[in-house]
Structure formats: C-alpha cells, structure tokens
C-alpha cells in the first residue's frame, strides 16, 4: 500500500495563480515527521519543509504555506502568486519515528509536476 | 556550509559492469542514506548508514551495497548491472537522525546500456 499519496500528476497555472498541492499518508505511528521537497529539473531535491505530527499548526513563508491535518492524514502545500521559478516536481514524503525497521527512511509519493506559464 | 556532494554526476555503463558512485555528507552529518529514483518506480530508500553501520535497508537485491567511512563519506556499489538500474541515484545527509531533515545531494544519473 501506498503511504504517500499525491493524487496530482501534473498542474498547469498561469502565473500569479494560487496552486495547492495535495498530498494523504497513512500511517500507524504515532510519531511520524511530514516532508515537502522540490525538484527542478537540475535533479536536486531541494528541502522545504518538516513538520512533526504533534504540530498541526499551520506554517506560512513568504508565498508558501502548509496545511496539516492529522484527522484527514494530509498535509497540503499552497503556493500563492505563483511564478515560473515555481514550475517543478514537487515531492511530499513522510518517514517513521515508531518503529525502528524503517529507521532513515523516507517514502515518498509519486510527485506532483507544477508548471507555472507566463 | 557546503552541501551534499556526489560524484560522479553523470555515469555510462553497460550490463554487467559494476559501478561505484560515491556521497559526501554535509560537514558534521554522520547519517547518510541512498535512494534510486525511477520514472517507473519513483524515489525508493535504499540503504542508510551512520557511524560506518548500516542501520536500515530498503527491497533492493543484494547486487546493492554500501559503505560508510569513518568521516562519513559513503559509497554505494552495483554490481552486475542491468538495463534497469538506469536511475538518478540520490544520497541525502541529516544530524544524526534519520528523522531529521535529510538534505538531498545533485544526484548521479547511470546509464546502462
């Protein structure tokens, strides 16, 4: 089964649109951390943001803010006013505090590819 | 701070051949951890090492292997490729914990032919 769900493939705004991003997870820990990364095309996955599942406040920074729910399992991403530099795969990944097996690992979802048009 | 480094970037090989690729953490990280990145299968963990120990493994056949050495440098080795180890091979750097935020090198893309 899938512990990371991004149901979104592939988004196109135009720019200074806002955009959400959307990703589930499942897990039975009760200690879990939440990730967003960002790949450009260049490869690098670029770290935005970790948050632990005992914080639900929401985050905002600058154009980007989060939105974490541990009744629905999501943590959803907005971008608002987006811009070109904004067009990547985004990644949402959560990895497990609970149990040590899967100690350092990360499960990622599929990615969500935003493109950002002038 | 410098971050992840990973060479080499870019790699050519064909079946059969072995490669190793190497990762070096970002200065005072001692964990490091790999993962294969494919259009087919995503991004999937690989292995993690801290203080020259394997902590974790991911579903990789034992044709996958890593090392940690004592100043946190890692290797990783395939051997005996297949046309499906084409990938971006990641290595990610944190504290101390695995938990903790991983930091993502450039990658190295392999091609097998």
């Known amino acids: 089964a899938q512990k990371v769900t991004q149901a979104q493939t592939e988004i196109s705004v135009v720019e200074k649109e806002d955009v959400t991003l959307d990703c589930v997870y499942e897990t039975r820990d009760t200690t879990y951390y939440l990730f967003w990364y960002k790949q450009p095309p260049s490869g690098e996955l670029v770290f935005l943001i970790r948050r632990n599942s005992f914080d639900e406040q929401n985050e905002i920074s600058g154009r980007y803010s989060w939105n974490f729910q541990k009744s629905t399992s999501s943590f959803n991403f907005t971008i608002t006013a987006s811009q070109v530099v904004d067009s990547a795969v985004y990644f949402c990944?959560?990895?497990?505090?609970?149990?040590?097996?899967?100690?350092?690992?990360?499960?990622f979802g599929r990615g969500t590819q935003l493109t950002v048009w002038p | 701070k410098a971050g992840v480094t990973q060479t080499p970037r870019y790699l050519i090989k064909t079946r059969g051949q072995q490669v190793t690729l190497s990762c070096s953490p970002i200065s005072g990280h001692r964990s490091v951890s790999w993962y294969q990145q494919t259009p087919g299968q995503g991004l999937q963990f690989l292995f993690e090492y801290f203080s020259e120990t394997q902590r974790n493994k991911g579903n990789f056949p034992g044709r996958f292997s890593g090392r940690q050495f004592s100043n946190s440098r890692s290797e990783m080795n395939v051997s005996t490729l297949e046309l499906g180890d084409s990938a971006l091979y990641l290595c990610a750097s944190s504290l101390v914990l695995p938990q903790e935020t991983q930091y993502f090198g450039p990658g190295t893309r392999l091609l097998v032919l």
């Open positions: 990944a959560l990895s497990e505090f609970d149990r040590g097996s899967t100690l350092g690992r990360l499960y």
